[in-house]
């Protein structure tokens, strides 16, 4: 081939003819594509029910335990319901057993102080003889500021003279703090002159009910008997206000 002088020559390649290589080559990456998202999709469900099965057994185990714990907590409820009810039972049993001794001590008591008057009575012991305080006392009634007070005044059994004089008395103790003194005509009914008349021949009992004005705190009772005469007597005697329970 004659070369032209002055012209520049390009190099000529065969190359051979081949038409379905671009497509087969779009086809190999569509499918590379689509078996990466499928198996980027399988693993992420495989990833997400294995996280779901976790937390489904999980959440099992949590109910059952809910449950379990629940039955427990009933269980404790009903012994503690149970140990409350057989306490309370018990302290009650424990309080009557409790009243019921000291209402039969308090029962003993006055049999013994009832001996002991008849048995000064009938024989009076060396130097008893004369009048003298036989039994005093005061209980609460079902009014906090009401009591009952029974005093017995006696004669030892180898006098047979009637006693006569009288006796006073009188409660003691601090109105709104101060220190006050009640004759016991101003807080009984039953009692209607400060100073109360003796007359008996073995004993005398004088009982009834007071009032305690409010605001005031007893503190005792002072007892005064008096009679006149050649054989006449003085005694006085003071008590602390020491309440029995009726």
């Given at each position: 081939m004659r070369k032209v002088k002055g012209s520049k020559q390009y190099r000529m390649k065969v190359v051979p003819h081949r038409p379905f290589s671009g497509v087969l080559s779009v086809v190999g990456a569509a499918?590379?594509?689509?078996?990466?998202?499928?198996?980027?999709?399988?693993?992420?469900?495989?990833?997400?029910?294995?996280?779901?099965?976790?937390?489904?057994?999980?959440?099992?185990?949590?109910?059952?335990?809910?449950?379990?714990?629940?039955?427990?907590?009933?269980?404790?409820r009903l012994r503690v319901a149970t140990a409350e009810q057989s306490l309370a039972i018990g302290e009650q049993a424990s309080e009557e057993v409790r009243a019921e001794l000291v209402q039969k001590e308090s029962r003993i008591a006055e049999l013994k102080q009832e001996i002991s008057f008849y048995r000064g009575l009938m024989a009076p012991a060396d130097g008893s003889d004369g009048v003298s305080i036989g039994r005093f006392s005061i209980s609460q009634t079902a009014d906090v500021r009401r009591y009952q007070y029974k005093l017995l005044v006696q004669q030892s059994a180898t006098r047979h003279s009637v006693v006569k004089g009288n006796v006073t008395f009188t409660i003691v103790g601090r109105q709104d703090g101060q220190p006050k003194r009640y004759p016991l005509s101003d807080l009984s009914p039953q009692v209607d002159s400060e100073s109360i008349p003796l007359r008996f021949k073995y004993f005398q009992n004088i009982e009834g009910e007071l009032q305690l004005p409010d605001g005031f705190e007893p503190e005792g009772v002072e007892l005064a008997l008096k009679s006149g005469g050649r054989n006449g007597f003085n005694i006085e005697q003071r008590y602390g206000w020491l309440v029995q329970k009726s």
């Open positions: 499918l590379l594509v689509l078996v990466t998202s499928a198996a980027a999709y399988f693993a992420g469900q495989h990833h997400l029910r294995s996280n779901l099965d976790q937390k489904t057994l999980a959440h099992e185990k949590a109910l059952q335990r809910l449950q379990e714990l629940t039955s427990e907590n009933e269980a404790l």
